[in-house]
T-cell receptor, first 116, second 111 residues
């Protein structure tokens, strides 16, 4: 089946530094990838949608200069949290969509970011 | 604006019971509906995907139904097991392509 990986699975960084999270579709090509954020005991909130080779589309309220998204290939998207602050601590989950008409989304295992 | 609601927020049942999780959505113009499972601290596992033209999908002990006109979906779990304990998320895909999630139902199956 379709597998999505994320790296790292968890990361701790100091306030003011930047962190990059990678999302890969391992056995399929994903023209569209999504980045979600999840706070404890809450559901997933869509941050942005990225299409290969073009700029990401950010949801209302998400700072595009703070959360940089790059979708350089059909199997790789990256999320960079710039100048991280403690309030950016969260669980970040990426998802990739198979462009086969059924549009089923497959999710990565998530990355736990803690900013100290 | 599409809103997805899941009831109940939490459910605790003894092992072996059959159970139903509910999902409702406000805008019936959906492309499809997906049920996911999420274990604590983990990503999402897709359980069932129902296209807007379908009424139900089955996978093993799981059965999901869709009534688009009334804006409802149910996930039926037969003969529940402790390993079924997790949070179950319902998500609808609007015609615009975005997946909108409900808040989830936290299920605990007691041995």
């Amino acid at each position: 089946g379709a597998v999505v990986s994320q790296h790292p699975s968890w990361v701790i960084c100091k306030s003011g530094t930047s962190v990059k999270i990678e999302c890969r579709s391992l056995d399929f090509q994903a023209t569209t990838m999504f980045w979600y954020r999840q706070f404890p005991k809450q559901s997933l909130m869509l941050m942005a949608t990225s299409n290969e080779g073009s700029k990401a589309t950010y949801e209302q309220g998400v700072e595009k200069d703070k959360f940089l998204i790059n979708h350089a290939s059909l199997t790789l998207s990256t999320l960079t949290v710039t100048s991280a602050h403690p309030e950016d601590s969260s669980f970040y989950i990426c998802s990739a969509r198979v462009s086969d008409g059924y549009y089923e989304q497959y999710f990565g295992p998530g990355t736990r970011l803690t900013v100290t | 604006k599409q809103e997805v609601t899941q009831i109940p927020a939490a459910l605790s049942v003894p092992e072996g019971e059959n159970l139903v999780l509910n999902c409702s959505f406000t805008d019936s113009a959906i492309y499809n509906l997906q049920w996911f499972r999420q274990d604590p601290g983990k990503g999402l596992t897709s359980l069932l995907l129902i296209q807007s033209s379908q009424r139900e999908q089955t996978s093993g002990r799981l059965n999901a139904s869709l009534d688009k006109s009334s804006g409802r979906s149910t996930l039926y779990i037969a003969a529940s097991q402790p390993g079924d304990s997790a949070t179950y998320l319902c998500a609808v895909r609007s015609q615009g392509g975005k997946l909108i999630f409900g808040q989830g139902t936290e299920l605990s199956v007691k041995p």
